[in-house]
């Protein structure tokens, strides 16, 4: 049974850094990485990492956010850093079996969610 289970996530002031962190059990997956989805809008893409180590970020968390994979533990890792408010959302990991992208579409495999919160 394939299973991806969050942790990390809470309350930081503006400017603050969170770490997140989703294990995998059950599969190993050619992509694994994070989306967001705030109240009221569409789940939209943070960052992934494949399993040869490349890395794909949104525009708004380049310079702030750094994902990696720990192939020995089948996990990936969201740090993030210089948080903002508009950063609040809920995050989800996401995993497939292919080459994935930027579309939450394309993976097959979701987490349950952890929130993130960043005060002003």
């Known amino acids: 049974q394939v299973q991806l289970t969050e942790s990390g996530g809470g309350l930081v002031q503006a400017g603050g850094s969170l770490r997140l962190s989703c294990a995998a059990s059950?599969?190993?997956?050619?992509?694994m990485g994070w989306f967001r989805q705030a109240p009221g809008k569409e789940r939209e893409f943070v960052a992934t990492?494949?399993?040869?180590?490349?890395?794909s970020y949104a525009d708004s968390v380049i310079g702030r956010f750094t994902i990696s994979r720990d192939k020995a533990k089948n996990s990936v890792d969201l740090q993030m850093n210089s948080l903002k408010p508009e950063d609040t959302a809920l995050y989800y990991c996401?995993?497939?079996?292919?080459?994935?992208?930027?579309?939450?579409?394309?993976?097959?495999?979701w987490g349950q969610g952890t929130q993130v919160t960043v005060s002003s």
């Open positions: 990492a494949t399993w040869s180590g490349r890395t």
């Open positions: 059950g599969r190993v997956f050619g992509i």
């Open positions: 996401a995993a497939d079996q292919g080459r994935g992208g930027s579309s939450a579409s394309l993976y097959d495999f």
